[in-house]
């Protein structure tokens, strides 16, 4: 049977409960990017058994949470830190997808308080409004394109739920449906991981054009020929 990459002895499983809640998170958070990683090396290894002839290993077990930590979370005072700020910061600037990872998110949610922030006009121009100061942060809560496919896609999921959340119509609304299909049409091309590199920019380039049109129409020939484009000038890189 597998051994149990974190909770492997009783020791170890009474140390885990006496973590405070934002211990508990921060390690969670480590846990969940190795195990993208993992993730993305055995898919890796299965698109091409020669380039990579080992798979990762198997995912580590997340550190439970007691009744308590979970009536935490659910506190609407602490949702609102989680939430707040971030809509908050989308509806003035774009927010880097590197800020979406989880363990980004929870860094948010967890120092909301001291994170760096900036003040600037509210949409009706009348106040003022707190926002986060995404540039100040960025080499904490991450770049807007990301290093590694495995960070990518985690951050694209929580970004898509982020943006769906907006949509007054729920997940069947225009604005929800554009970023449904917006990142699942990266999440579906069969070579994603061999041309990351090169289509990640196309990606992160076509969330800010939305942004700037507010278009909720899906071109999939538009993305198809960028795509291709990108992987055509890639390819044309590596031969010089």
């Known amino acids: ?15 885990f409960k006496s973590l405070t809640l934002a211990e508990k998170l921060d390690r969670n958070v480590k846990i969940e990017t190795e195990n993208a990683a993992r993730k993305e090396k055995t898919e890796k290894h299965l698109l091409d058994l020669n380039a990579h002839p ?8 997340m550190i439970s ?14 949702l609102s830190r989680f ?29 909301s308080s001291t994170l760096d922030t900036v003040k600037t006009n509210n ?19 991450g770049p807007d394109i990301l290093p590694t496919l495995g960070e990518h896609e985690e951050a694209a999921e929580h ?35 061999e041309y990351y590199e090169a289509w990640a920019p196309v990606e992160a380039k076509r969330r800010h054009d939305f942004r700037a049109e507010g278009k909720t129409l899906f071109d999939p020939a538009a993305y198809q020929f960028d795509y291709q484009q990108a992987k055509s000038t890639f390819d044309l890189r590596k031969e010089f």
């Open 159 to 193: 970004h898509l739920r982020f943006q769906s959340s907006k949509d007054a119509a729920g997940d069947d609304g225009p604005y929800a449906t554009f970023w449904h299909d917006h990142h699942t049409f990266f999440f579906r091309q069969m070579d994603k991981v």
């Open 123 to 141: 949409l009706d121009g009348t106040t003022k409004k707190v926002i986060l100061d995404v540039h100040k942060l960025g080499d904490t809560l």
């Open 1 to 15: 049977p597998r051994v149990r990459r974190t909770h492997a002895t009783a020791a170890i499983i009474a140390f």
């Open 65 to 78: 949470y007691t009744d308590e930590d979970i009536a935490t979370l659910q506190k609407p005072d602490f």
């Open 54 to 61: 080992t798979p990762g290993s198997a995912a580590a077990s």
């Open 83 to 111: 939430k707040n700020i971030p809509f908050a910061t989308d509806r003035h600037v774009p927010i880097p997808l590197g800020f979406f990872r989880a363990k980004s998110l929870r860094h948010i949610s967890l120092h």
